[in-house]
């Protein structure tokens, strides 16, 4: 009989989001692995979209938001069941062989500490059920250890890959917000997380430089404090928010922006870092969570958020790019092309069989 493994994957409908990000690439990786060991189940809200990229490699099953709730919740039984990121609501109501997949424990710092919580009790429960974990960076582990109770399964870490692939870009392309003059970039939902009101303060201090913030601004955080931030400083001309865009203007912001800085004060993994370095740009990252790990030790970092000590650490970081820019950008290159997706997907498919085999 086919084994199959189910794939809780209803966070691929935010395209826009980390997990709808690693869902979708995940998935892509699975595609290309072209594996015939057992059935892979996709569950996803649009899955004709799915089909008609995936076609009938995939087996599909269509999610529906009241399933996370036990009365309605999914009875069939898989081989192994992969909830592909810690904070899914909706669980085997049977007794499954389970994969989590951790991405980081923010929410102790961002909704409570209290292990009564109950975010902290249901994802406590998520551990204890696990026949395994895997997590995207050393740091999602030792976080998650540090302040839950991880049950004696099997871990591993397993690095996201970097979704871009080919830096190309259309020839005479250019977004409907840019700027003339140099600029740097970042980019990420406008939360307090992100922290990147602390660019709009550093900003002041480098009159050379633009700066220009993409991802999702319909936020309290976006609105209130890093608007307040840019009007205080008088800087609505130099900072550009551009909203949401898509791939062609990430890439594009990327391949012409001086430098990528991304003052994050806490990331799982930090995808964008690594989009940045693909086009061999310089990165300049907080020196906390997973931000090193992944930045690696040719990216610049800030200990704190001074603005007049984050814009000496920029001024210092891109003269040291500079007198080497051919060298610097081809190491920031090869970093971003050792994480790879169809890798990371091989080596959940080797998770996959370590379970099966050991039913």
């Known amino acids: 009989m086919t084994k199959r493994v189910f794939l809780e994957a209803h966070n691929i409908k935010n395209p826009y989001f980390g997990f709808g990000q690693f869902n979708y690439h995940l998935i892509k990786g699975l595609y290309t692995a072209n594996i015939d060991d057992f059935k ?17 490699y995939f087996e599909y099953k269509k999610y529906y938001s009241h399933r996370r709730y036990p009365l309605f919740g999914i009875r069939k039984k898989y081989d192994v069941w992969h909830s592909l990121n810690q904070n899914i609501k909706i669980e085997p109501q049977s007794v499954s062989p389970y994969l989590l ?15 009564q919580h109950p ?37 591993f870490v397993i690095y996201n890959g970097n979704p871009i692939q ?16 140099p600029f740097l970039f970042t980019i990420g939902e406008c939360t307090p997380r992100k922290n990147f009101h602390t660019l709009v303060n550093m900003l002041k201090e480098l009159p050379e430089y633009d700066l220009v913030i993409s991802g999702n601004q319909n936020t309290d955080y976006a609105k209130e404090k890093l608007a307040a931030c840019i009007k205080f400083e008088n800087l609505e001309k130099r900072v550009i928010l551009t909203g949401k865009i898509n791939a062609i203007e990430k890439q594009y912001y990327l391949k012409n922006c001086a430098a990528f800085v991304f003052p994050s004060l806490r990331e799982g993994f930090g995808i964008p870092p690594i989009e940045a370095m693909r086009f061999g740009k310089p990165v300049f990252l907080s020196n906390n969570t997973s931000l090193p790990e992944i930045g690696g030790k040719h990216a610049f970092y800030w200990d704190h958020y001074e603005p007049k000590y984050m814009a000496d650490a920029l001024l210092k970081g891109m003269a040291t790019y500079l007198s080497k820019k051919d060298w610097y950008s081809e190491q920031y290159i090869k970093r971003a092309q050792s994480f790879d997706w169809n890798k990371a997907a091989k080596q959940y498919i080797e998770v996959y069989k370590t379970i099966l085999h050991n039913l």
């Open 166 to 181: 080919s830096t190309k870009i259309e020839g005479g392309f250019v977004p409907k917000y840019t700027t003339k003059r």
């Open 101 to 115: 997949t951790v991405h980081d424990v923010n929410f102790i710092d961002e909704v409570s500490s209290d292990a």
């Open 40 to 56: 892979m189940v996709i569950h996803a809200k649009d899955i004709t979209k799915l089909k008609e990229e995936f076609g009938d």
């Open 119 to 155: 975010r902290n009790l249901r994802f406590q429960k998520k551990l204890n059920r696990s026949t395994a974990i895997t997590y995207i960076s050393e740091y999602a582990k030792r976080s998650t250890h540090q302040y839950f109770k991880v049950p004696k399964v099997p871990e």
